[in-house]
């Protein structure tokens, strides 16, 4: 069917990371099938950190990512498979083997002034047959004019949508609107916005993005995502829904998905609580909350005081070892203090 705006579920992505990469894959396919079911065109499967994330830095994965890819695949007849890959975490040998285990999309995601890193990833996605997605992380650390440019080298390199990507949930609603507006004047592909909840301010963004041209939008039901999760799919769906905007996606259907399927899996309610207020107010990666928390545990700090540090040193995804190295030196203050 057509429709004005096309979702992309980031649960069994983004979500990852508040899982602690712990998804089985009956889960995954309990989750591909209700969203299939719902009529939702992309979900998204791979670690938090995208393929090849499993690791010591990011989080081991309880199961390989392939073997969910492959599971979500088989239970989806019209929803397609969509995977993160970024550029010094996931190769192209990984994208390939993706693409073979049933993924129809790839978002190659980059630092927003880091484009050009991603290139060949690019060029891969578009042999395979794949879509292919710019995903401009941390959209906030730019000039606007700065990411115009980034946007326009994944055009060149083949991308078929960029995304503005609120990665810490600090943008406020004008300043995501300057963000898409500008990319909507200055580029001839597909535009989409993806935000975080940690200033509750994700819904409000997406509508913004969207009034502004954007015609891709991410969600993670029942909020499940890095942080204070994404813009909630299901509540996303029924205001797109009554502003009569066409999804193609069964707000009843999603409903039942987050509150029957998916809220009983969550290790705790995606609330906002001070964690991940901090990571908005103070502009930071979203996947840092978890491992600041064992951080702050570990050392006894307040994780308000870890995160701060970190948005002063402007610390980027990547980046995740910082995370100690700024708490044992906090508390090697706090030692001298006393």
Same mark, same amino acid.
């Given at each position: 069917?057509?429709?004005?705006?096309?979702?992309?579920?980031?649960?069994?992505?983004?979500?990852?990371?508040?899982?602690?990469?712990?998804?089985?894959?009956?889960? +995954?396919?309990?989750? @591909?099938?209700? *969203?299939?079911?719902?009529? /939702?065109?992309?979900i998204e !499967? %791979?670690?938090?950190?995208? #393929?090849?994330?499993?690791?010591?830095?990011?989080?081991?994965?309880?199961?390989?990512?392939?073997?969910?890819?492959?599971?979500?695949a088989?239970?989806?007849?019209?929803?397609?498979?969509?995977?993160?890959?970024?550029?010094?975490?996931?190769?192209?040998?990984e994208?390939?083997?993706?693409?073979?285990?049933?993924?129809?999309?790839?978002?190659?995601?980059?630092?927003?002034?880091?484009?050009?890193?991603?290139?060949?990833?690019?060029?891969?996605g578009?042999?395979?047959?794949?879509?292919?997605?710019?995903?401009?992380?941390?959209?906030?650390?730019?000039?606007?004019?700065?990411?115009?440019?980034?946007?326009?080298?994944?055009?060149?390199?083949?991308?078929?949508?960029?995304? +503005?990507?609120?990665? @810490?949930?600090? *943008?406020?609603?004008?300043? /995501?609107?300057?963000?898409? !507006? %500008?990319?909507?004047?200055? #580029?001839?592909?597909?535009?989409?916005?993806?935000?975080?909840?940690?200033?509750?301010?994700?819904?409000?963004?997406?509508?913004?993005?969207?009034?502004?041209?954007?015609?891709?939008?991410?969600?993670?039901?029942?909020?499940?995502?890095?942080?204070?999760?994404?813009?909630?799919?299901?509540?996303?769906?029924?205001?797109?829904?009554?502003?009569?905007?066409?999804?193609?996606?069964?707000?009843?259907?999603?409903?039942?998905?987050?509150?029957?399927?998916?809220?009983?899996?969550l290790?705790?309610?995606?609330?906002?609580?001070?964690?991940?207020?901090?990571?908005?107010?103070?502009?930071?990666?979203?996947?840092?909350?978890?491992?600041?928390?064992?951080?702050?545990?570990?050392?006894?700090?307040?994780?308000?005081?870890? *995160?701060?540090?970190?948005?002063?040193?402007?610390?980027?995804?990547?980046?995740?070892?910082?995370?100690?190295?700024?708490?044992?030196?906090?508390?090697?203050?706090?030692e001298?203090?006393?």
């Amino acid at each position: 069917m057509n429709r004005d705006v096309y979702i992309t579920e980031v649960a069994l992505r983004d979500g990852s990371h508040a899982m602690a990469h712990q998804y089985s894959v009956d889960q +995954v396919i309990r989750i @591909a099938k209700g *969203l299939n079911e719902a009529n /939702v065109p992309y979900i998204e !499967v %791979a670690h938090g950190d995208g #393929l090849g994330g499993s690791s010591l830095q990011y989080g081991r994965s309880k199961t390989n990512e392939l073997e969910l890819i492959e599971a979500a695949a088989s239970v989806c007849d019209h929803a397609k498979i969509a995977v993160l890959l970024l550029p010094g975490i996931g190769t192209v040998h990984e994208l390939k083997e993706a693409a073979s285990a049933g993924a129809k999309m790839v978002r190659v995601a980059t630092h927003v002034t880091e484009a050009d890193v991603a290139k060949q990833h690019i060029y891969m996605g578009k042999d395979l047959g794949l879509e292919t997605v710019g995903f401009l992380m941390m959209a906030h650390m730019a000039p606007v004019e700065e990411l115009v440019k980034q946007a326009r080298l994944m055009e060149s390199y083949g991308a078929d949508i960029v995304y +503005v990507v609120d990665s @810490a949930g600090t *943008l406020l609603p004008h300043q /995501v609107t300057e963000r898409i !507006v %500008a990319l909507k004047n200055a #580029l001839r592909i597909n535009i989409g916005f993806h935000g975080h909840n940690n200033l509750s301010l994700a819904m409000a963004n997406s509508l913004a993005a969207m009034e502004a041209g954007a015609t891709y939008l991410d969600g993670s039901v029942r909020c499940l995502g890095a942080g204070a999760g994404n813009t909630q799919t299901e509540v996303m769906v029924a205001v797109l829904d009554k502003l009569g905007v066409k999804t193609g996606v069964d707000p009843y259907k999603m409903m039942d998905l987050a509150e029957d399927v998916v809220a009983p899996i969550l290790p705790k309610p995606q609330e906002i609580e001070k964690g991940s207020l901090i990571l908005g107010y103070a502009g930071v990666y979203s996947s840092f909350l978890l491992h600041s928390e064992r951080a702050a545990r570990r050392y006894n700090l307040d994780i308000r005081d870890i *995160l701060v540090e970190l948005g002063n040193r402007k610390v980027v995804g990547g980046q995740e070892d910082m995370i100690v190295d700024v708490a044992y030196e906090l508390a090697k203050k706090k030692e001298a203090h006393i």
